[in-house]
């Protein structure tokens, strides 16, 4: 694994390379407030043995990457002006500088749940850009569809405020146990290493917010992902209790020729009994194995 960051589209971002910068480029997408770790190294050097250039990165506001304290915390008001921070346009175009300053000119793209947005809005925008999509556990910007249950949308509302890593860590492992995989074992001591690594490196709830605030603020793309000529492979949990599987399936109508992969039990992360499977499907997926 190489470690480096860039300057593109305004910003520092900090990414991670597995592999051969020859070989076909991959990029993932991270979602929600979760730091570039999150892509477990067991996949990327999986993928990285199949042939592929495997990217990883730290979105804007998160870990390592650029972090826009200047703008504070958004408010309820500019959400519901829809006046976000910023956009998700501004993440995708993070994204394309990413492939710019690396000098990709065209990578296959995997992106879970915000990051699934992140990616959608990248490809709208630069379809030549983006060889292959991957969309796990994400939606299509319509209210209409991939809506989090009533229970789950309440449970997770309540989580207070932290004030220690301490508190941050348990946060993480209680909203793990809500959101996550009902048909497989819970890793705690997983959960926790990562909590743990991802809040020394840099811990930001007001940039979590604006991340946030600038899903909530996302448009419909469900026109737009119909005129995509790009392959799609659309994967989601079953039970995933944060963005329904109507999300999902809504994204495999959409994109034309889209496949849909449905896994059992799978809420709304990736167990680890599932990165191989998960593994070959992206590999497949992506031009097979090199």
Wanted: glycine fraction near 10%; proline fraction near 6%; aromatic fraction near 6%.
């Amino acid at each position: 694994m190489r470690t480096g960051t860039v300057h593109a589209n305004g910003i520092d971002i900090a990414y991670d390379a597995f592999g051969d910068d020859a070989d076909r480029p991959l990029v993932l997408v991270m979602g929600l407030g979760a730091q570039r770790l999150a892509w477990a190294d067991e996949i990327c050097e999986d993928l990285a043995a199949a042939g592929r250039y495997v990217v990883r990165f730290d979105n804007r506001d998160v870990g390592e990457s650029t972090h826009f304290a200047e703008l504070g915390p958004p408010t309820v008001v500019d959400v519901l002006r829809g006046r976000p921070p910023y956009r998700l346009e501004d993440m995708a175009d993070d994204l394309i500088g990413l492939l710019d300053a690396l000098s990709i000119d065209a990578a296959d793209v995997v992106g879970v749940s915000l990051g699934g947005f992140i990616a959608q809005v990248a490809a709208i925008r630069n379809s030549g850009r983006v060889r292959t999509l991957t969309l796990l556990m994400t939606s299509t910007g319509s209210r209409r569809v991939g809506r989090p249950s009533p229970h789950v949308a309440v449970r997770l509302l309540r989580r207070r405020r932290v004030n220690s890593k301490a508190e941050a860590v348990d946060k993480a492992v209680a909203v793990s146990k809500i959101i996550g995989s009902p048909a497989y074992p819970f890793d705690e001591d997983r959960v926790r290493y990562f909590a743990s690594a991802s809040y020394d490196r840099a811990y930001d709830p007001d940039g979590v917010r604006r991340q946030m605030a600038a899903g909530l603020c996302q448009r419909d793309r469900t026109d737009a992902l119909r005129r995509l000529d790009i392959p799609t492979l659309v994967i989601h949990g079953l039970a995933d209790p944060l963005v329904s599987i109507t999300g999902g399936l809504a994204i495999a109508d959409a994109i034309p020729g889209a496949k849909f992969l449905g896994f059992a039990g799978m809420g709304h992360n990736v167990p680890q009994p599932l990165w191989a499977p998960m593994s070959d499907e992206l590999i497949a997926h992506t031009g097979g194995r090199s």
